[in-house]
């Protein structure tokens, strides 16, 4: 079924199918926004000086601003009278539907941009892809994101290139980062069935469709590193699906404190 924009203009449009299949995407994007903005999180005040340890501060504020329009959107779209804290704080590692590379250690300088790299170039696509979503909501939250999302790209971009081009160390441990996290980044172009679902009804991008714009700024920057791209790795998947990896337990332990403390804490 092919959706119009006219069709989606407002919820009670979408069958109760599109709408449960909506709610589980729009999670999927803000768990995955929410999840990579507490990452980075964790760096500051250790940052490795303090204009980049701003930088990062302020790219995890970005991602927790859209991830709040979205869970805002997914309560809607469920119906339930759940608000976007409820989302947030009161799910189990299991309903999370953020892939894999989001969730793994911020590691090193070096893991972390390259971990943001991989994210970024796919994040920024789809944004661009999602303005012309024929469900207002979501192209409306993409229009304010994508252009957070250039600068992202912009400052994780230049700093491969900084550490790829710059020390034998600096390259050493680039290198040794992404040998680590290639292995995660096939999951973000790779669609769940729900994904193909709302492919196929037009509402989202088709990952296929952003894959030359995204190998050629990835070959672009990593020729610009003098880094090679690992070949024939096998990639790890699941975290979409609600299979994660034990890192994704410890990040929710530590975010989900206050409210399963406190239930109902209010400032």
């Known amino acids: 079924m092919q959706i119009t924009p006219s069709d989606a203009s407002a919820l009670d449009t979408y069958s109760a199918e599109v709408r449960h299949q909506l709610f589980h995407y729009v999670l999927q994007l803000a768990d995955t926004s929410l999840i990579l903005g507490h990452r980075l999180s964790e760096w500051c005040g250790h940052g490795p000086v303090l204009e980049q340890d701003l930088a990062m ?55 972390t941009i390259t971990r943001q790299f991989l994210f970024d170039n796919f994040h920024y ?54 040998a680590h996290l290639w292995r995660y980044s096939g999951e973000l172009t790779t669609p769940t069935a729900n ?37 024939g790795v096998f990639m790890m998947t699941g975290g979409k699906e609600g299979r994660h990896t034990e890192h994704l337990g410890y990040i929710l332990a530590e975010l989900q404190y206050m409210q399963r403390t406190y239930p109902g804490l209010t400032w």
């Open 57 to 111: 501060a302020n790219i995890g504020l970005d991602l927790l601003g859209e991830t709040r329009s979205l869970y805002q959107y997914a309560a809607e779209l469920e119906g339930r009278g759940q608000t976007e804290d409820d989302l947030a704080f009161l799910r189990s590692a299991t309903e999370y539907r953020n892939p894999l590379l989001v969730e793994q250690p911020n590691g090193d300088f070096a893991a």
């Open 195 to 231: 994904e193909k679902a709302l492919q196929s009804a037009g509402l989202i991008p088709d990952y296929a469709a952003l894959l030359p714009q995204m190998e050629a700024h990835l070959a672009h920057v990593f020729s610009e590193a003098t880094v090679p791209l690992p070949q």
């Open 125 to 178: 696509h789809c944004l661009r892809q999602l303005l012309t979503s024929p469900d207002t909501r979501l192209a409306g939250i993409a229009e304010k994101a994508v252009k957070e999302a250039a600068y992202h790209l912009k400052w994780s971009s230049e700093w491969v290139i900084r550490l790829g081009d710059g020390t034998e160390e600096s390259r050493q441990r680039l290198e040794k980062a992404l």
